[in-house]
């Protein structure tokens, strides 16, 4: 299925001038990132840490192409030493940064990332423009941002925002032509410019797996959003996007076993349910948990047939909202699956982006294994399950 993905984004891709990237940060397995190297997929990387990640699968260091870019709202930790050593374009998300890539020591390329004052998430919280987003530099100070990359002896060489998927195709699609007008305005500021990245975004419908997005709609506009960048800068300007979960969403399946399956009644607070406990949690999973996203989930044995019941997932973390079955409102939302019982095992499906990435050790549990399945039925584990030792591996008593 991954492959079939890649496949997708490479065809959606195949056009003068246009070039995908993957958003690591949805699943930064190795094994992801090779494919996504073997495949010509360019990676958009967030830490100083996942830009080592993405070079250690194999991605190239460098500018000549810039296979690495690294999208930054805060340079932590490693991240300017890593951006030194390597020659990783620096993707900016606030002025000041270029101050600090200065100080580093920093000279050269740098891409500006871009708040375009509109866009939508697939849910509120995950809104990545407009005047609540924390994302980039403001539209209107773009300007000044240049000329204060050049005052610092920095070409702004990529222009890039990422504007979310919103919750419909059309609406994405009309985003995406706003964008790339918002920036063909603006190549006149950038006389160094040699790319536009438009971000990723590409949906996934989660509840409709068979469901299709119109992918040839959006390479009809990426070539006619690099034609017209072109032609705003007098030369051929490379056009990018960055899709994270379109590639991995639905390559994962998280499975858990149902340990038991107990009741509440109906009282003056509200209505009884049936609550399914089960030993996977939101620290394998935590949209639900997060913004109360919907995940397929299905009987492993029983996908079709037999009585059903309505029932709340729910799993062993010591925090009520550590449930598998929520709704927009972030309430438990009973779901109408095969009457369960102790030992049957789920599938709690497209779990692949934004799901062991951002797995947690809440309640010192430690990580799930990852498990990888070849079309031949091979199965090979990719990373074992996390014990105690590993947990306290980083403990010190260390005086500082
Ligand atoms: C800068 C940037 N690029 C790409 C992505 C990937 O988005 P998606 O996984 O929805 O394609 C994100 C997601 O937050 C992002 O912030």
């Known amino acids: 299925m ?13 056009l003068p001038g246009v070039q995908a990237r993957f958003a690591m940060k949805a699943c930064p397995a190795t094994k992801v990132l090779r494919e996504m190297a073997g495949a010509g997929i360019w990676i958009d990387a ?34 300017l030493e890593v951006v030194l050593e390597y020659g990783v374009l620096p993707n900016i998300g606030s002025p000041g940064m270029i101050d600090e890539l ?23 919280s995950c ?38 998927s919103g919750p419909q195709f059309e609406e994405l699609l009309e985003n995406l032509g706003r964008l790339a007008e918002l920036f063909a305005g603006m190549v006149p500021l950038f006389p160094g410019l040699e790319a536009v990245s438009l971000g990723g975004g590409i949906p996934h419908n989660y509840r409709d797996a068979g469901a299709k997005v119109p992918l040839g709609r959006l390479k009809e506009l990426f070539g006619k959003a690099q034609a017209r960048l072109s032609e705003a800068a007098g030369r ?17 399946t998280l499975v858990t076993r149902v340990t038991d399956v107990k009741r509440t009644q109906t009282n003056e607070k509200g209505a009884g349910a049936v609550f399914a406990m089960v030993d996977a949690g939101f620290v394998d999973l935590v949209r639900p948990a997060m913004y109360g996203s919907w995940h397929g989930i299905s009987v492993v044995g029983r996908e079709s047939g037999g009585e059903t019941e309505a029932v709340v997932v729910a799993g062993p973390l010591c925090e009520s909202g550590d449930v598998f079955t929520r709704d927009d409102a972030e309430l438990i939302q009973p779901r109408e699956l095969p009457k369960l019982a102790a030992g049957d095992l789920l599938a709690i499906r497209d779990a692949g982006a934004y799901g062991y990435a951002m797995s947690s050790n809440y309640n010192s549990i430690g990580k799930a294994p990852q498990l990888w399945l070849e079309p031949d039925g091979s199965v090979t584990q990719i990373s074992r399950r996390e014990t105690l030792e590993d947990i306290l591996k980083a403990e010190t008593e260390e005086r500082v």
């Open 46 to 79: 967030v830490s100083g840490n996942e830009v080592l990640r993405a070079l250690h699968a194999g991605h190239a260091a460098g500018m000549e192409p810039p296979v690495i870019c690294f999208t930054a709202d805060v340079f932590r930790d490693n991240a």
């Open 236 to 252: 051929a300007v490379r056009v990018e996007i960055e899709p994270g979960r379109y590639y991995v969403a639905p390559t994962c």
């Open 127 to 164: 809104d990545t423009g407009g005047p609540s987003s924390k994302h980039g530099i403001w539209h209107a100070d773009a300007g000044e941002a240049a000329e204060r990359a050049a005052a610092a002896g920095m070409t702004v060489v990529m222009l890039h925002a990422h504007i979310g």
């Open 2 to 14: 991954l492959r079939e993905r890649i496949g997708e984004i490479r065809e959606l891709t195949d």
């Open 102 to 124: 200065a100080r580093a020591g920093y000279r050269g390329k740098v891409s500006l990332r871009i708040n375009p004052g509109f866009g939508h998430g697939h849910v509120n």
